[in-house]
């Protein structure tokens, strides 16, 4: 077999394996998305329900992240879960009815005895049932 024919039946087999919800929806015609990047995160989550998302539920948490704690100890719902890392990153997820998961990440430890508020990294539209892109 030659390579041309090889790299067709790699690329043929990509295609045949692309999970059926790829190209299901256009991000562009998605509900509009508030500015949150670097805000905190309490302020991001009451523009983002303001706009009209609804938090996914996560995960049952394991506690192991004071983030973590603090997070659902708020009733955060959509707290996907937060990393044991220097940074303090945790991991939000909301949706619309029309088909899309706003994925929201932060950095830093939320502590309000020490004023320390976890601040949005970045906010990741997809559509629904796609992996989080994160």
Sequence with gaps: MGAVQASRLIIMGV???QP???GSCNTANAPPVPV??????QQAREAILSAGWKPVPGHPHNDLSSNETTFRDRGWSELQFCRLTADSACRFAFTVAAGFTLWVTTTGEENALLQNQAMVKSATLACTGDPDPG
Excluded: E, Q, S
């Design 15 to 17: 295609v045949l394996a």
């Design 20 to 22: 059926a919800w790829a």
């Design 36 to 41: 949150i990047k670097g805000l905190p995160y």
